[in-house]
């Protein structure tokens, strides 16, 4: 009889996987510019590409500039917006060492 996975182990993994997800969004731009394939400029359409997360499946979008624009737009934060102030070793939780290191 195999023993069922503890509730924890599944909570710790979600909550790595969502930090692990928050630092590399942090990190990184709202998109790659490689992943634009084509933009048509008489049409002002379009054309990238995304690997859906759920399969790995590659998708390829053709949509209008603006609405890509528009999309895009929603990702990027505000001017002087914090999105993470400190982190790690910087992290106030360890300002203690940081003044050892003085």
Known sequence: MSTPKKEKDNDDN??????NYITRYTSRPPMAENRIIKYEDDK???RWWYNRHEDEKYIEVYESAENFINNLILHCPDENFK????YGF????N????NFMK
Not at 14 to 19: L, Q
Not at 83 to 86: D, N, P, Q, T
């Open 14 to 19: 979600s909550v790595n996987d969502c930090v």
């Open 44 to 46: 002002k359409m379009i």
């Open 90 to 93: 910087y992290s106030n939780r």
């Open 95 to 98: 300002k203690k060492y940081m």
């Open 83 to 86: 999105m993470v102030r400190y």
